[in-house]
């Protein structure tokens, strides 16, 4: 029988910070626990979609940190929520939930899950993720599971959490929270706001968030090894420009991929030729006088003509429509075209598959990476 009187507090002291770190995945599950607990109307929407039928309440059991040994393996399997009850039509069935928050999406873990139902009547398996690809790769792997699988982005919870909650505090509390916390539905840039920014300048923070999820969520394993450390990779809001920066030893040679939004200090046009307008982009940079400098633009000449053929403007050092000497190579492509994709993921994959496009050319045959390495401390 589901615990009439749920304690969010108590449940919420196992997961108490240990040596600093802020649990806060756990802390979601709990609270996200708490909601389908306390609001009936929520749980009655998660559960019909998931089991396409009502449930029983007085038969429904919602565990958190419930223990599974998993025989195949000798192993204790500690799944997320585990869900047991009986539908309306007298069919028991068996649910378990892994929750991601911040960490990324592994099938081995729901393989798992997977094989403590293998002997399960009606046995289903939630995925949930704030990860838009992680949720995407999920659903792709499906067919390898004997379960029935679903997958929800938390943005999909936070929708109908924010529409059911009228009648539950904490339910509204729990919106609140994912609202402040990132988690809850984005719009997706649309051209009307992106006119409206050109006049206003008021969405770089949706520039960020783009950056973010473009950094955090899509792989860069089309750049040199020296750019996909972690340590070097930080989105920043800067020059006219909010961009991922990929970041080299002592500068020289910094890519910057992202969004720029004023061409005041980059000094160049936007893709359309105008100067009020918002550009994909990729800039690598340099000293004016670095050594080493020459070769690199080199290796850079040699590849500008496959480059603009992936789409979009290039711009290199010593051309006359760069005016920012620091510049040694800017692609740019307007904003405006990706935006035909009518949600924020199919939006983030086309300007990556753009940025991959553009590095794949630069990068090809390991010349420019070659001459760049002038650029980095000996020893």
């Not at 040596?19 to 806060?24: A, D, K, L, S, Y």
């Not at 307007?334 to 598959?353: I, Y």
Request: with cysteine.
């Amino acid at each position: 029988m589901m615990d009439s009187n749920p304690n969010l507090f108590i449940s919420l002291f196992h997961w108490r910070p240990v040596e600093g770190r802020t649990p806060g995945e756990n802390f979601l599950t709990e609270a996200f626990v708490y909601c389908l607990r306390r609001n009936e109307m929520f749980r009655s929407w998660w559960l019909t979609k998931i089991l396409g039928s009502d449930v029983i309440d007085a038969d429904l059991r919602i565990r958190t940190r419930a223990s599974h040994l998993d025989d195949e393996r000798e192993t204790t399997i500690y799944p997320d929520i585990d869900i047991r009850g009986i539908l309306t039509s007298g069919q028991p069935f068996s649910l378990l939930v892994e929750v991601k928050w911040g960490a990324r999406y592994d099938h081995t873990q729901i393989a798992k899950y997977d094989r403590l139902l293998k002997f399960e009547r009606n046995s289903h398996l939630v995925f949930i993720s704030a990860n838009s690809m992680d949720c995407r790769n999920a659903w792709m792997q499906r067919h390898s599971l004997s379960a029935a699988f679903h997958v929800f982005e938390w943005q999909q919870i936070y929708s109908s959490l924010a529409t059911l909650s009228q009648d539950c505090r904490s339910s509204q509390e729990l919106v609140e929270f994912m609202r402040e916390h990132g988690i809850s539905s984005p719009e997706p840039i649309t051209q009307s706001l992106l006119q409206s920014y050109v006049t206003t300048r008021d969405f770089t923070k949706r520039l960020r968030r783009y950056c973010e999820k473009l950094l955090n969520e899509l792989p860069w394993d089309f750049l040199p090894l020296h750019y996909q450390d972690t340590r070097r990779q930080e989105v920043k809001d800067q020059y006219g420009r909010v961009a991922i920066v990929f970041s080299r030893h002592d500068w020289n040679g910094t890519i910057t991929i992202g969004f720029l939004y004023s061409n005041q200090d980059h000094r160049v046009k936007f893709a359309d030729g105008s100067d009020a307008s918002v550009d994909l982009m990729m800039r690598l940079e340099a000293n004016p006088t670095v050594v080493g400098r020459a070769e690199v633009v080199s290796a850079l000449q040699k590849r500008a003509s496959e480059v603009r053929q992936c789409g979009g403007e290039v711009r290199l050092a010593g051309d006359r429509d760069n005016q920012n000497s620091h510049t040694l190579f800017i692609a740019q492509r307007s904003l405006s075209e990706f935006l035909d994709n009518s949600d924020e993921t199919s939006q983030l994959l086309a300007m990556h598959t753009q940025i991959r496009a553009w590095s794949t050319v630069l990068f090809g045959g390991g010349e420019l990476e070659k001459a760049l390495e002038r650029f980095d401390p000996i020893g």
